[in-house]
């Protein structure tokens, strides 16, 4: 199993500005990923996060928008810049464990005004 | 989109009944995935089922898998208030993970 932490589990912020968010988990794992969760529906891919090279981005997620660091295997940022109302979401980090089961972190919850 | 559609989208029933979910995906996987999520908190692990195996048990889970109709469902016998959440599938392609829509299921005590 892994223990994932997320920072700022919530944040009110205002449009035009930009916010990170840092997920950090107990164990080196290969595989992190980035999701959002609009309000009241199911969770989208992001981006993967990997370590020593550039994320790879899912359609409709770009890195000017989403920019990612993975220093190391323990740790990764998510950046949501110039930031809108429209990016109001929860932000879930998640990593692979095993064989194929994901593990999430608590989530950050934004609000963008 | 490999995301899949889940039905129903919520569902009430009373603690001691049955609760059953179903997920439907669009594309080939390597295994599926349920997820229980508490009031828009992270997720948790429920049980993985191989696209091989047919049928799985967890406690007071059970999984189907129906390969040729690319679609699952999820069991939930003897409800208890704390299964309240919201209920989700997530297909695994290799490295990519995509969730359906997801169930909310509210058991009244």
């Known amino acids: 199993s892994a223990v994932i932490s997320q920072k700022p589990s919530r944040d009110i912020c205002q449009r035009g500005t930009s916010l990170t968010i840092q997920c950090q988990v107990d164990s080196q794992v290969t595989m992190m990923f980035w999701y959002r969760q609009q309000p009241g529906q199911s969770l989208t891919l992001i981006a993967t996060a990997n370590q020593g090279s550039e994320a790879t981005y899912e359609s409709g997620f770009v890195i000017d928008k989403f920019p990612i660091s993975r220093p190391n295997l323990t740790f990764s940022t998510l950046t949501v810049s110039n930031m809108s109302p429209e990016d109001s979401s929860i932000y879930l980090c998640s990593v692979v464990v095993g064989q194929a089961t994901q593990y999430f972190g608590p989530g950050t919850r934004l609000l963008v005004l | 989109s490999q995301q899949g559609e889940e039905d129903p989208q919520a569902l009430s029933i009373q603690e001691g009944e049955n609760a059953t979910m179903n997920c439907s995906y669009k594309?080939?996987?390597?295994?599926l995935q349920w997820y229980r999520q508490n009031s828009g908190r992270g997720l948790v692990h429920l049980i993985l089922?191989?696209?091989?195996?047919r049928e799985k048990h967890s406690g007071r889970l059970r999984v189907t898998l129906d390969t040729s109709k690319k679609s699952s469902s999820l069991l939930i016998t003897a409800s208890r208030a704390a299964d309240t959440a919201s209920y989700f599938c997530?297909?695994?392609?290799?490295?990519?993970?995509?969730f359906g829509s997801g169930t909310k299921l509210n058991v009244k005590p």
């Open positions: 594309t080939s996987i390597n295994n």
């Open positions: 997530a297909t695994a392609d290799f490295n990519k993970f995509y």
């Open positions: 089922i191989r696209s091989n195996e």
